[in-house]
């Protein structure tokens, strides 16, 4: 497909929808080889502020959210929602979730390592080239891109947060299919729950200085997490909040979503 675009792609499929909507609004479906799609947003690259300086308490990862900071990123098309386990099936061929008996539902029981087989398989499968999102990718879509109004996802506003995300207050305790609840402005779902989302980037603290498409630490013994869960209290479902664990591990909190890289 030469070196088409993310964006070039929405928008030919947005030309031949009949669409008029925003090259930011859309979507591109990219077809599995099992059967079914991923859609993934094309999202305008631009400046945040990424990081908080504030916390309501001393209990959660606060320090490691400090201190804040301004970040550019480029273009990306990150996936509409998170993998589920009918496109874990459809790529692995396997589905090691706790929670099943619906394949709309997100696939966990995800380690880093397992993520990264994934995105590898799936883009040789398709012969695009698919990867995790850096964090600062994460946080940018979670805040809603050029699109932002305010964060969706501020940690402190509940009736907010049962709107759009999966947490301790509404899930039972349980996963629940995707984009069941309202998207952010940018059109993503469950950015704040229902499962946490391995992003590619080691762990390491956060620096004052200004960054250009930073893609964390070289090295590290921690991969980071982003994203409340299903359990998750409400603090640790803002946009800014991190967690991160050793490349192997695995828990019925863990799943992913994915980008796919502009330039192919």
Same mark, same amino acid.
């Given at each position: 497909?030469?070196?088409?675009?993310?964006?070039?792609?929405?928008?030919?499929?947005?030309?031949?929808?009949?669409?008029?909507?925003?090259?930011?609004?859309?979507?591109?479906?990219?077809?599995?080889?099992?059967?079914?799609?991923?859609?993934?947003?094309?999202?305008?690259?631009?400046?945040?502020?990424?990081?908080?300086?504030?916390?309501?308490?001393?209990?959660?990862?606060?320090?490691?959210?400090?201190?804040?900071?301004?970040?550019?990123?480029?273009?990306?098309?990150?996936?509409?929602?998170?993998?589920?386990?009918?496109?874990?099936?459809?790529?692995?061929?396997?589905?090691?979730?706790?929670?099943?008996?619906?394949?709309?539902?997100?696939?966990?029981?995800?380690?880093?390592?397992?993520?990264?087989?994934?995105?590898?398989?799936?883009?040789?499968?398709?012969?695009?080239?698919?990867?995790? @999102?850096?964090?600062? $990718?994460?946080?940018?879509?979670? +805040? *809603? =891109? %050029?699109?932002?109004?305010?964060?969706?996802?501020? !940690?402190?506003?509940?009736?907010?947060?049962?709107?759009?995300?999966?947490?301790?207050?509404?899930?039972?305790?349980?996963?629940?299919?995707?984009?069941?609840?309202?998207?952010?402005?940018?059109?993503?779902?469950?950015?704040?729950?229902?499962?946490?989302?391995?992003?590619?980037?080691?762990?390491? @603290?956060?620096?004052? $200085?200004?960054?250009?498409?930073? +893609? *964390? =630490? %070289?090295?590290?013994?921690?991969?980071?997490?982003? !994203?409340?869960?299903?359990?998750?209290?409400?603090?640790?479902?803002?946009?800014?909040?991190?967690?991160?664990?050793?490349?192997?591990?695995?828990?019925?909190?863990?799943?992913?979503?994915?980008?796919?890289?502009?330039?192919?």
């Amino acid at each position: 497909m030469g070196r088409l675009t993310c964006r070039l792609l929405a928008a030919a499929a947005m030309l031949t929808a009949g669409l008029a909507a925003a090259a930011q609004d859309s979507v591109v479906a990219v077809q599995l080889p099992g059967g079914g799609l991923i859609e993934l947003v094309w999202v305008e690259g631009g400046e945040f502020t990424m990081g908080s300086n504030t916390g309501v308490s001393q209990s959660h990862h606060y320090d490691a959210n400090r201190p804040e900071h301004t970040v550019t990123v480029g273009d990306f098309c990150i996936g509409r929602t998170e993998v589920t386990q009918a496109q874990w099936k459809s790529v692995m061929g396997d589905n090691p979730s706790t929670f099943t008996g619906n394949d709309s539902l997100p696939v966990e029981q995800v380690s880093w390592t397992a993520a990264q087989q994934f995105v590898t398989l799936l883009s040789q499968m398709t012969g695009r080239r698919f990867r995790l @999102p850096t964090e600062a $990718e994460w946080e940018y879509a979670a +805040r *809603g =891109g %050029r699109l932002s109004r305010r964060f969706q996802f501020p !940690g402190c506003h509940r009736g907010q947060l049962e709107r759009n995300a999966w947490f301790c207050i509404n899930s039972d305790r349980t996963t629940h299919k995707v984009a069941q609840l309202a998207p952010n402005e940018l059109g993503l779902y469950d950015m704040g729950g229902n499962v946490a989302e391995w992003c590619g980037d080691w762990m390491e @603290p956060y620096g004052s $200085e200004p960054q250009l498409n930073p +893609r *964390g =630490g %070289r090295t590290g013994s921690s991969r980071v997490l982003r !994203g409340g869960h299903y359990n998750s209290v409400s603090a640790a479902c803002s946009v800014f909040d991190r967690s991160w664990y050793v490349p192997s591990a695995t828990s019925e909190y863990f799943g992913l979503r994915v980008v796919l890289d502009e330039q192919q």
